[in-house]
């Protein structure tokens, strides 16, 4: 299959979900390795976090770049096993987060509860995919994949704990007296708030063009948002602080 048979909204879709995906995966890269210089382990996670938190579309942008690069297209079982086996990953990483940033007294405990949790979703994922991969859901067209029950609840789920998590750690660090913090929470909040609202959307939504366009440009921004959440660069910072 090239990228000839593709229609043009599959053309769109591809690009702009993998537009999204080299940002989010390039963005958790630096935040990563800003633990090099800092040597916080926090840095690791989040990154970590933002990198395996777009491996839901994985699926479907790289499916579209081996169609362009090399006029495969992703069989069943290769997309599904792509689009669903790191969320677990980005919910431990999240979790040994939050439990550094705002829990460290509890974060042995919270670690072994997401553990608990995460572990056996993963057997159960890699169980089902080698049984039926379409026990996990179905590729419908090109790159749109309808997952079945049990992996939309943990995607549910992982978004729920994600979200509300990051949600109570930028309200409490607003709370700060360092302006430069403050402004890092605000920006983390807005990247959690589009995240999880285009996320909803792009899963619950029948897909047109310019909504196409639009909810993945939310997901880019919250890339952007996110980045700045963590890692404020100077101009920037220097900026908010003397506008206010």
């Given at each position: 299959?090239g990228i000839?048979?593709?229609?043009?909204?599959?053309?769109?879709?591809?690009?702009?979900?993998?537009?999204?995906?080299?940002i989010s995966?390039?963005?958790?890269?630096?935040?990563?390795?800003?633990?090099?210089?800092?040597?916080?382990?926090?840095?690791?996670?989040?990154?970590?976090?933002?990198?395996?938190?777009?491996?839901?579309?994985?699926?479907?942008?790289?499916?579209?770049?081996?169609?362009?690069?090399?006029?495969?297209?992703?069989?069943?079982?290769?997309?599904?096993?792509?689009?669903?086996?790191f969320i677990?990953?980005?919910?431990?990483?999240?979790?040994?987060?939050?439990?550094?940033?705002?829990?460290?007294?509890?974060?042995?405990?919270?670690?072994?509860?997401?553990?608990?949790?995460?572990?056996?979703?993963?057997?159960?994922?890699?169980?089902?995919?080698?049984?039926?991969?379409?026990?996990?859901?179905?590729?419908?067209?090109?790159?749109?994949?309808?997952?079945?029950?049990?992996?939309?609840?943990?995607?549910?789920?992982?978004?729920?704990?994600?979200?509300?998590?990051?949600?109570?750690?930028?309200?409490?660090?607003?709370?700060?007296?360092?302006?430069?913090?403050?402004?890092?929470?605000?920006?983390?909040?807005?990247?959690?708030?589009?995240?999880?609202?285009?996320?909803?959307?792009?899963?619950?939504?029948?897909?047109?063009?310019?909504?196409?366009?639009?909810?993945?440009?939310?997901?880019?921004?919250?890339?952007?948002?996110?980045?700045?959440?963590?890692?404020?660069?100077?101009?920037?910072?220097?900026?908010?602080?003397?506008?206010?």
């Open positions: 299959m000839e048979e593709l229609t043009e909204l599959e053309i769109l879709q591809g690009s702009f979900t993998l537009t999204f995906v080299i995966i390039l963005l958790g890269l630096i935040i990563l390795l800003k633990y090099l210089s800092i040597k916080k382990r926090e840095f690791i996670w989040v990154g970590l976090t933002w990198i395996f938190l777009s491996s839901g579309w994985w699926g479907s942008s790289f499916s579209f770049l081996s169609i362009v690069l090399f006029n495969y297209r992703f069989g069943v079982f290769l997309y599904i096993f792509i689009a669903n086996i677990p990953i980005a919910v431990l990483c999240w979790m040994n987060a939050v439990g550094i940033l705002m829990y460290k007294e509890w974060k042995k405990r919270i670690n072994i509860i997401t553990l608990i949790i995460c572990i056996p979703y993963e057997i159960a994922l890699i169980v089902m995919l080698i049984i039926d991969p379409l026990l996990l859901g179905e590729i419908k067209q090109t790159f749109y994949y309808q997952p079945s029950l049990f992996p939309l609840i943990f995607q549910i789920f992982a978004l729920l704990i994600t979200i509300s998590t990051g949600i109570l750690f930028s309200v409490r660090s607003m709370k700060s007296n360092d302006p430069i913090v403050v402004w890092k929470a605000r920006f983390l909040l807005i990247g959690f708030i589009s995240f999880t609202g285009g996320a909803f959307i792009d899963a619950t939504i029948t897909m047109t063009p310019l909504l196409l366009i639009v909810i993945r440009l939310i997901l880019i921004f919250s890339s952007l948002m996110y980045f700045l959440g963590f890692l404020l660069p100077d101009m920037i910072s220097k900026f908010l602080i003397s506008e206010k």
